[in-house]
């Protein structure tokens, strides 16, 4: 499984020179651009071992036991991260492995655990606690670490999935003797970004009347013209608030 998500991760994007979908075949290292592997952070295993370590870490990840899902999650992404099995991406499958499990197990619908703002603001933490487990065995602080950032990060989701729910309460409130710009609300919380044929498609209306409609949504602050965007010359608009909600700086609370 993890070859055909490194595959489908890789391919078309940054790294998909190297090796999509196949172990890596030489010895990498963890450090700056200027180390070598006498002076890297950490060497991985070299390629002849991964077979091997990669059966046994499938063994761990599809094997059911006593340990609380969260633990048996941070113990996954240490092991996978430690075993390195490509020349790039490992990271990404690694925090996209976390969601999968969690996934697999019920505990999410979707994976919404966007666990890289956090690891991101805490880069420098996040590899000194998976380098002290290698070094002198530190699992419980990397677990505490581990922990502390689904926490943060599930608390951080929350918060905006409730200014979503309240922004969209407000928008209906508001659209209910309009059943056009109730559509339009249905639309923007499925994508925030609209475009008269999207819109047309759904309504069924003409394509001025569906311009209207757009206008409608414009003065009321919904939709906000981005410009044309693709070949065809197609204008766009976003719903600049569900947007800013979506996209503003992770914030994490203690």
Request: glycine share 8%.
């Amino acid at each position: 499984m993890i070859l055909q998500l490194h595959n489908t991760l890789l391919s078309g994007t940054r790294g998909a020179e190297r090796l999509p979908g196949e172990l890596r075949r030489s010895p990498v290292w963890v450090g700056s651009p200027t180390d070598s592997p006498d002076s890297a952070a950490y060497v991985p295993p070299l390629p002849d071992e991964l077979p091997a370590l990669i059966k046994d870490w499938e063994e761990f990840v599809n094997t059911p036991g006593d340990l609380p899902i969260l633990i048996r999650c941070g113990l996954m992404h240490y092991q996978f991260e430690t075993i390195h099995p490509f020349l790039d991406g490992n990271g990404r499958i690694g925090r996209l492995l976390i969601n999968l499990m969690l996934m697999e197990e019920g505990r999410l619908g979707t994976p919404l655990l966007y666990l890289s703002g956090y690891l991101e603001q805490h880069r420098r933490e996040y590899y000194e606690r998976l380098q002290e487990v290698r070094e002198r065995g530190a699992i419980q602080e990397w677990l505490q670490f581990f922990l502390t950032a689904v926490r943060r990060t599930a608390d951080d989701a929350v918060r905006r999935a409730e200014l979503l729910v309240e922004t969209r309460e407000r928008y209906l409130a508001v659209s209910t003797a309009r059943p056009r710009l109730t559509t339009v609300v249905e639309l923007i919380f499925s994508n925030p970004y609209m475009t008269v044929a999207r819109l047309q498609g759904k309504t069924g209306l003409t394509h001025q009347a569906t311009r209207n409609v757009i206008k409608d949504a414009v003065s009321r602050g919904w939709l906000e013209e981005v410009g044309r965007r693709d070949r065809g010359g197609r204008v766009y608009w976003v719903a600049r608030e569900l947007f800013d909600i979506i996209e503003a700086p992770w914030t994490y609370t203690t």
